[in-house]
Structures are given as C-alpha cells and as structure tokens.
C-alpha cells in the first residue's frame, strides 16, 4: 500500500511562490508514477503535472500556470513548484500515484493580496 502526504501550501500573495512536496511511503516502485491535480472551488479536479514513462516533466498544454514538477528518489518525495502565482490558481493540491489510484489528502493554496 502507498501513502501519500503534500505539504508546502499556504497564503500567498499574487506573483508569488510555492514549493509543495508530496511524500511517498510504502511499496511504490517509481516516483515516476506520482502526478500533481488541483481543484479549485466548484471545479472539476484538473491534472497540473507529472512524468512520462521515460521520467521526464509532462505538463497539461491547455493549463496556464506556472510549475514545474521534480522528484528527489533519496527522499521519496515530489515537488511542485509554482511560480507567478495568480489568485485564479487557488485550489486544493493533490498528489496522485497512477499504480493504485490512489490520492493524498491535498494542500491548500491560496492566492489573494
């Protein structure tokens, strides 16, 4: 079984930053497995980042914010850094592992002056 547990969000005003990190514990095989959602107040849950098979960064072209996804494999743990934030990028963030279709409880981040 896999657990999942983000980190990292908070207020912040527009055009700042966030780094939000997603913890990996138990039998996951890859961090390659482990995709950024968000979903924001009476909105659908949207994908915001994740890997290829080949582990390199996929992000949504339609979805217009600034992120960037990382994984460190010593620390089981993936990043989203987000960057230029916008009051529109408010949302409850979660991590999803794509092996057992499993989610953590999300990070709130909210973005208002």
């Known amino acids: 079984q896999v657990q999942l547990m983000e980190s990292g969000g908070g207020l912040v005003q527009p055009g700042g930053s966030l780094r939000l990190s997603c913890v990996v514990s138990g039998d996951q095989s890859s961090l390659n497995y482990i995709a950024w959602y968000r979903q924001a107040p009476g909105k659908q849950r949207e994908w915001v980042a994740g890997f290829t098979s080949a582990g390199t960064p996929s992000y949504p072209i339609s979805l217009n914010v600034d992120a960037t996804i990382s994984r460190d494999n010593a620390k089981n743990t993936v990043y989203l850094q987000l960057n230029s934030l916008k009051p529109e990028d408010t949302a409850v963030y979660y991590c999803?592992?794509?092996?057992?279709?499993?989610w953590g409880q999300g990070t709130q981040v909210t973005v208002s002056s």
């Open positions: 999803k592992d794509f092996v057992t279709s499993g």
